[in-house]
């Protein structure tokens, strides 16, 4: 008899698709959540999930939605109302022409594991018996609908909240790999819609459908619709959406009918404010296509509207780390314009490709350079003298990263310096608040570099006061309280940052580092449990957590943990060493084998050298042992490598190197390990230093009680039985 599979989630194929038809039909829902972007937009399915689980927790556990609070409102702001002390920080509340900030593609990922851990609470809380929910259209769902639901099926407890998802097939996205190792795979159930009344209108079935519907016989009806009057339905339609005002239709439907319908023109402006919205709350897939269908709807006409949507492209493309497909849209730009502003904007951002968006092997400070320049340029000729401090400032800024990138933070200083005092004479003291407090940010991240970590930590300081909700502030202070010797400040930094932000890996590794370094073991270990779910892809997660689980003498878990990393990395100089530590105990073979591959991988890792000689001296491979050593003691002259390589040398007879060794390891080390005091004795003596010998061995010998005994007591009294003044227990017999 064999034990039944762990209960898992259901995904729902389409036709053709590999599925196992031994299993039985996915359970009943008892949520459907419709996910089509064109209904909604960004998070279609997401928005109303929370639609239904919000207000059922207030009721019950108005905490949960506070502690959320910044997760809700980024899928569903409709819900504002209902959530309790909601978070205001200063890029939330700055208009969008102070808006100088803007968010990491990273966000809607760290938004997503907020949203699962309030859904497993709610369905613990409201559904004990378990909650099925089943999300539909996703292969014609925005992004952060597909990485959210992806994230539900790694995360969710089936026996709690099983997610059942209804999918033509994987993609090589959060959801795609969810799909294939977290859920079951079952054909799709044929269902029929319910039979229209005679006479229905089918293509205004579909235009009401507003697009979504998949019936043949709508969709040809809607085809054969002359083309005005099929443009007159949709905007008949446009209007109707406007008027039910319903959440997220002004980034879906309402988009889709305009796109279709009698007013281009008309269209065009609503596609730039919803790229705008899209792009300052970070669904830059969304804001990517929107730009795209907006700009066809202007034509050949080029008015700005299509200028600022070619440039939403480019930064687009640009923060979704595919910023090699921005340069034509920022040629277009300068190609087709003569206004300063668009010229600027369009350097500007040719700049940050070459010093941050582009792959690294791509980075060019020098292009960087020449492009932040002749941005630095155009602002400073701005006609209007307001403006031309801000975007004076905002560019200087930017060269100064430039400059902290070429290895010049002295340069970016006097730049940061330059851009402050600039805002600082022209504006009030409560204006441009957002822009400011970057400034002081980036300031404060120089100054750290540079190690001026009062001088850093006074402009954290500062820009906390100023935006207390902004969470990476505190994580950022976090790194420079723990640089300044301040760990308990440090730890209160990252709990706050923690609090304040929806989760994110760095925050976990990076105290756990520090729990660690402070002796706290098993705080160190709950955040790199963390810290592995919100990113099972970082390999230095899985390299901390092996050695600190073999350090614990976890080893099953340090061995899943370096097998793991390894199918990510798979030369891995860590993960390599570590996994030769631990066959070090049953296979010799293997462990020299992991090692040696460590070293082809990185042939400047100590550990890897040190370790390796460990087992060559075990093996009685001296000559190779000493080699190994040299070669670590090059690269990390420490006193216990020398001390390491002394006992290889000494047990060659190698006397005079093995003394030189032990002249630097014996002051540091002799303490904790007298053996050394030993070995130095023997290696004088036979080189003829009797005095230095006996001094040697006086000390070693005084280093063990009466009840502790040397276990060179017999070897030292052949040679010098004058140190003894009563007998001393002979050495063990081996």
């Known amino acids: 008899m064999t034990a039944s599979s762990p209960r898992r989630h259901w995904s729902v194929l389409g036709t053709g698709a ?11 829902p008892d949520l459907v959540l419709r996910c089509h972007r064109r209904l909604r937009g960004p998070y279609t399915g997401g928005g109303a999930l929370l639609r239904v689980v919000v207000p059922e927790l207030v009721e019950l556990h108005a905490d949960l939605v506070e502690a959320r609070a910044v997760e809700i409102i980024s899928l569903a702001p409709d819900l504002a109302p209902l959530v309790p002390i909601a978070p205001q920080t200063l890029t939330s509340l700055a208009s969008r022409a102070e808006r100088t900030r803007f968010y990491s593609v990273a966000r809607t990922l760290r938004v997503s594991h907020g949203i699962a851990e309030l859904l497993i609470d709610w369905a613990r809380l409201t559904r004990p018996d378990g909650v099925v929910i089943e999300f539909r259209d996703l292969d014609d769902a925005d992004p952060t609908d597909r990485e959210l639901v992806g994230v539900l099926l790694r995360r969710c407890d089936p026996d709690v909240l099983t997610v059942v998802t209804e999918t033509d097939g994987a993609t090589d996205d959060e959801l795609g790999r969810a799909v294939g190792t977290y859920a079951d795979h079952a054909a799709r159930p044929t269902r029929s ?15 009401d459908a507003d697009g979504t519907s998949t019936d043949p016989e709508t969709e040809r009806a809607y085809a054969a619709l002359p083309a005005d009057e099929r443009a007159r339905r949709h905007s008949t339609r446009a209007a109707q959406v406007a008027a039910l005002a319903e959440p997220g239709t002004s980034l879906g439907a309402h988009l889709y009918h305009l796109e279709h319908g009698t007013d281009p023109a008309a269209a065009a402006t609503a596609f ?19 730009s795209h269908r907006g700009r066809l709807l202007l034509g ?76 630095i340029a155009f602002a400073d000729s701005n006609p209007d003298p307001h403006r031309r401090v801000f975007v004076g400032a905002f560019m200087r800024n930017a060269r100064a990263l430039v400059e902290l990138h070429r290895g010049e933070p002295g340069e ?12 600082d004479a022209d504006l009030g003291p409560d204006e441009q608040l957002l822009h400011r407090s970057v400034l002081r940010y980036n300031r404060a991240q120089i100054l750290a570099a540079l190690g001026d970590h009062t001088g850093s930590l006074q402009d954290y300081d500062l820009v906390i006061s100023r935006d207390p909700d902004y969470g990476d502030y505190y994580f950022e202070r976090a790194g420079e309280r723990r640089a300044a010797g301040d760990y308990a400040a440090a730890l209160e930094d990252y709990a706050e940052a923690v609090r304040l932000s929806p989760p994110f890996h760095e925050a976990h590794f990076n105290r756990a580092d520090l729990l660690r370094e402070l002796g706290d073991e098993k705080g160190a270990l709950r955040d790199l449990d963390y810290a592995a779910v919100l990113d099972p892809s970082h390999v230095d997660t899985f390299v901390n957590r092996a050695d600190l689980l073999m350090e614990l003498g976890q080893t099953d878990r340090a061995w899943a943990d370096i097998e793991a990393g390894l199918a990510l990395e798979p030369e891995n100089p860590n993960l390599l060493c570590a996994r030769g530590a631990l066959l070090a105990e049953t296979d010799e073979h293997s462990a020299y084998e992991s090692f040696t591959a460590a070293l082809q991988a990185d042939p400047g890792y100590v550990a890897a050298w040190a370790n390796r000689a460990v087992l060559a001296y075990s093996a009685g491979r001296l000559t190779e042992a000493v080699d190994d050593l040299d070669h670590a003691v090059e690269l990390d002259d420490s006193a216990v490598l020398r001390a390491n390589r002394a006992v290889a040398l000494h047990d060659l007879g190698e006397h005079r190197r093995a003394l030189a060794d032990l002249d630097i390891a014996v002051p540091v080390l002799a303490d904790e390990d007298p053996d050394l005091l030993y070995r130095r004795g023997d290696s004088r003596y036979a080189l003829g230093d009797t005095d230095g010998a006996y001094a040697d061995w006086r000390a070693h010998l005084a280093a063990y009680g009466p009840g502790d005994p040397s276990p060179f007591t017999v070897r030292i009294k052949q040679r010098a039985d004058d140190l003894f003044d009563q007998a001393r227990e002979p050495e063990s017999a081996t």
Request: hydrophobic share 40%; with cysteine.
């Open 18 to 28: 590999p599925v196992d038809s031994t299993l039985p039909p996915p359970p009943e």
């Open 193 to 207: 819609a319910p039979p229209l009344p005679p006479g229905t209108d089918l293509a205004q079935s579909f235009i």
């Open 272 to 290: 730039v404010e919803a790229t705008e919205a899209c792009f300052d709350a970070g669904f830059y897939e969304a804001a990517l296509d929107i």
């Open 300 to 375: 050949d006409e080029r008015p700005k509207a299509y200028w600022n949507l070619t440039n939403k492209i480019g930064a687009c493309l640009s923060y979704l780390r595919r910023g090699e497909k921005g340069f034509s849209y920022f040629a277009e730009l300068r190609a087709g314009s003569i206004e300063p502003e668009i010229h600027m904007n369009s350097c500007y951002m040719m700049a940050m490709l070459y010093t941050r968006h582009l792959p690294k092997g791509m980075h060019d400070e020098t292009r960087a350079m020449e492009w932040v320049n002749t941005a």
């Open 412 to 423: 970016a200083l006097a730049l940061v310096n330059e851009a402050i005092a600039m805002t």
